[in-house]
C-alpha cells in the first residue's frame, strides 16, 4: 500500500531563511505526488504536483518540489522564507484513485 | 468563480446524537470526496462519490455515510456520534475523477462531540 512520511512534525525557520520540508513516500507503482498549505481555519491549497515528465517542479508561492526515485523522496524548498509563510504542510501520495497524506509538518517563520 | 462551501462550519453534538455535513463543490465538477482530520490520525480518506454514486471507501465504521445529489451537492451523514468523532471534516472536489486532477478542498465543518 502506499505510504508517506513526513519528516518532522515542526519546522522554524527565519524570515528569509531557506524552507525545506522532508516528504519520503512508498509506492508500487509510478506515484503522483503533492504538496498541500493549510492555513488555520481554512482548508488545503494545493502547492504543487508531480505527475510525469520534469522532476523539479515549481508550484505558487515560490515553493519547488523535486522527485527523486532512488531516494523515494518530494522535498519541498523555498529558498527565502517569508511570515505568510507560516502555515501547516501536508505531502500526498495517489493511491488508485485517493490520496494519502503524510501526518503533516507545521512551519513557524520567525522575525 | 465561487470556491468549495461547506455547511454548518461548526457544530456541536453529544455523544449518540447523528449529524448531517454538506459540501457545495465547484460549479462544474462531478468528483467530491470527504476527508476527516484530527491531531492524531491526520487526513484520512472518507470516501468519493461521482455522478452520484459513491466510487470509493476508505476505512471506516458504518456509520460514517455519504450521499450525492443530481446537482453533484454532497452531504455526509454520522450517526450515533462517539467522542473519538470529534474532527475536522473536509470536503474536496474536482472536474474529473483521476487522482492527478487538483482536488479543492473548502474551509471544513468542525465538529464537536461532547
Known amino acids: 500500500a502506499q505510504s508517506v512520511t513526513q519528516l518532522g512534525s515542526h519546522v522554524s525557520v527565519s524570515e528569509g531563511a531557506l524552507v525545506l520540508l522532508r516528504c519520503n513516500y512508498s509506492?508500487?507503482?509510478?506515484?503522483?505526488l503533492f504538496w498541500y498549505v493549510q492555513y488555520p481555519n481554512q482548508g488545503l491549497q494545493l502547492l504543487l504536483k508531480?505527475?510525469?515528465?520534469?522532476?523539479l517542479v515549481k508550484g505558487i508561492n515560490g515553493f519547488e518540489a523535486e522527485f527523486k526515485k532512488s531516494e523515494t523522496s518530494f522535498h519541498l524548498t523555498k529558498p527565502s522564507a517569508h511570515m505568510s509563510d507560516a502555515a501547516e504542510y501536508f505531502c500526498?501520495?495517489?493511491?488508485?484513485?485517493?490520496?494519502?497524506f503524510g501526518t503533516g509538518t507545521r512551519l513557524q517563520v520567525f522575525p | 468563480k465561487a470556491g468549495v462551501t461547506q455547511t454548518p462550519r461548526y457544530l456541536i453534538k453529544t455523544r449518540g446524537q447523528q449529524v448531517t455535513l454538506s459540501c457545495s463543490p465547484i460549479?462544474?465538477?462531478?468528483?467530491v470526496s470527504w476527508y476527516q482530520q484530527t491531531p492524531g490520525q491526520g487526513l484520512q480518506f472518507l470516501f468519493e462519490?461521482?455522478?452520484?454514486?459513491?466510487?470509493n471507501k476508505g476505512n471506516f465504521p458504518g456509520r460514517f455515510s455519504g450521499r450525492q445529489f443530481s446537482n453533484s451537492r454532497s452531504e455526509m451523514n454520522v450517526s450515533t456520534l462517539e467522542l473519538g468523532d470529534s474532527a475536522l471534516y473536509l470536503c474536496?472536489?474536482?472536474?474529473?475523477?483521476?487522482?492527478?486532477?487538483?482536488?479543492?478542498f473548502g474551509p471544513g465543518t468542525r465538529l464537536t462531540v461532547l
Open positions: 508531480y505527475t510525469t515528465g520534469a522532476t
Open positions: 500526498a501520495v495517489s493511491d488508485t484513485d485517493k490520496l494519502i
Open positions: 462519490y461521482f455522478s452520484e454514486t459513491q466510487r
Open positions: 509506492s508500487s507503482v509510478p506515484p503522483y
Open positions: 460549479s462544474g465538477h462531478r468528483s
Open positions: 474536496a472536489s474536482s472536474f474529473y475523477r483521476e487522482v492527478y486532477n487538483e482536488q479543492f
